[in-house]
């Protein structure tokens, strides 16, 4: 079993700031990456930032320069610090891992939380 916890949603005014976190518990062999989704009312799920085990990250066009991806191997636990806030960041974040299980080394799989609700407004 595999479970992913995630923290740090809530209401925030424009310009301001805000911390998600997110940790993976269970029988974990190794996660290859980790990264933050999120989800608008009426929108496609899309990736926000992604960061891989050795550390290499990748952001979407509209956050790079305000958001960052952080990894803690050896808590398998992923941030992403959300700076100058904006309305159209308004939408339910999901973290995901990349990861084999213990009783299965060579196979990877995608698990994800069960998403945290972040809203941008005056």
């Known amino acids: 079993q595999v479970q992913l916890v995630e923290s740090g949603g809530g209401l925030v005014q424009p310009g301001g700031s805000l911390r998600l976190s997110c940790a993976a518990s269970g029988n974990i062999f190794r996660i290859y990456s980790m990264g933050w989704y999120r989800q608008a009312p009426g929108k496609q799920r899309e990736l926000v930032a992604g960061?891989?085990?050795?550390?290499?990250?990748n952001y979407a066009d509209s956050v790079k320069g305000r958001f960052t991806i952080s990894r803690d191997n050896a808590k398998n636990t992923v941030y992403l610090f959300m700076n100058s806030l904006k309305p159209e960041d308004t939408a339910v974040y999901y973290c995901n891992a990349n990861l084999a299980k213990t009783d299965s080394i060579w196979y990877r799989t995608d698990y994800w939380g069960q998403g945290t609700q972040v809203t941008v407004s005056s």
């Open positions: 960061i891989t085990s050795g550390g290499s990250t």
